[in-house]
């Protein structure tokens, strides 16, 4: 039997892709701040940091990632547009829970000052935090 040979994504694919997301996630964040009549001075700055803008970018967020990356896309937009996508350990579809618990599993990195994003720079299968718990790799796509 055949073991399948897996090409990770590597840190500037991932960034990459990142990058592409927060932009997308701003822009989001924004219209529906203006559907729900938050009128900051700063867009972003203003929808994040009020009471309802919190919640409306966790959720927004959470919604955003979980449901691109258990689709057969297998990606957000940003992941789609850089040609990697996140799979399970036998490079599998993920479910929405484990893309869900993998979205929230993020805020630990957050709160470790970023190191748990950083780890891949030295994990032999590039993995982050958020990876390692759930079980995840970013994976080059096979297109």
Request: proline residues 1%.
């Amino acid at each position: 039997m055949n073991t399948p040979v897996f090409h990770y994504a590597n840190f500037k694919e991932r960034f990459a892709a990142c990058l592409l997301d927060t932009i997308i996630m701003w822009v989001l964040l924004a219209f529906l701040g203006n559907l729900l009549n938050e009128q900051p001075d700063h867009i972003f700055i203003g929808i994040v940091f009020s009471y309802k803008g919190t919640w409306l970018t966790v959720i927004a967020g959470w919604l955003y990632f979980a449901i691109q990356e258990s689709s057969v896309h297998q990606g957000t937009i940003g992941k789609r547009i850089f040609k990697i996508q996140v799979v399970d350990t036998d490079g599998k579809r993920i479910s929405f829970l484990k893309a869900s618990g993998r979205y929230f599993a993020k805020y630990i990195s957050y709160a470790l000052l970023l190191l748990g994003f950083f780890m891949m720079l030295w994990d032999k299968y590039s993995r982050t935090l958020h990876d390692r718990i759930c079980n995840t790799f970013v994976l080059k796509s096979k297109e």
